[in-house]
């Protein structure tokens, strides 16, 4: 080989591992926040996000301790819907693998659909819950209180990438 092929190769190298090292610092940097919805949250951010509830509603002890009750039940019902979904996804995805007739997969999306629907009522009816435990004037910081929930629900943070372009 001349020099020339040699020198290409090595600046080529050279070019590759910069790549590679900009690659991965930009990994790192900007490292995906896992997908969680509603009652995925872990225990010490919901129960963070209680306190934060709290403190926006200006809750006394009484309050407090009826909101921490409704809490707790609306994660119980979110998470017993949340596992009848999981079993009906798992059967819709296992058709996948299955050579058998896929003529009920419409009834098992429309299941899912009604468990859908049957959470934001729940969650509807927990904001509800939580409204009758206010004192008038208390009223004022609901709606910041239903604002940071629902953006907690839903994840809504300027941090998440962009999601990736089908090719």
Do not use: C
Request: proline residues 4%.
């Amino acid at each position: 080989m001349n020099d020339k092929h040699i020198q290409f190769y090595k600046w080529a190298l050279i070019a590759m591992i910069l790549l590679n090292i900009g690659l991965l610092t930009f990994l790192v940097i900007n490292k995906p926040q896992p997908h969680r919805l509603g009652n995925n949250l872990p225990p010490s951010e919901r129960k963070a996000f209680r306190e934060v509830a709290a403190h926006i509603l200006q809750l006394d002890e009484q309050q407090k301790s009826q909101f921490i009750e409704l809490t707790k039940k609306h994660n119980q019902q979110m998470r017993a819907i949340e596992m009848k979904q999981k079993k009906i996804l798992k059967v819709y995805f296992g058709k996948l693998l299955e050579k058998s007739d896929t003529t009920n997969a419409n009834q098992l999306i429309g299941e899912v659909n009604k468990l859908e629907k049957e959470k934001i009522e729940v969650t509807y009816e927990h904001f509800e819950e939580v409204k009758s435990i206010l004192k008038e004037n208390q009223y004022i910081d609901y709606e910041e209180f239903v604002d940071k929930a629902l953006e907690k629900l839903l994840l809504e943070t300027k941090k998440n990438p962009p999601h990736p372009k089908d090719f």
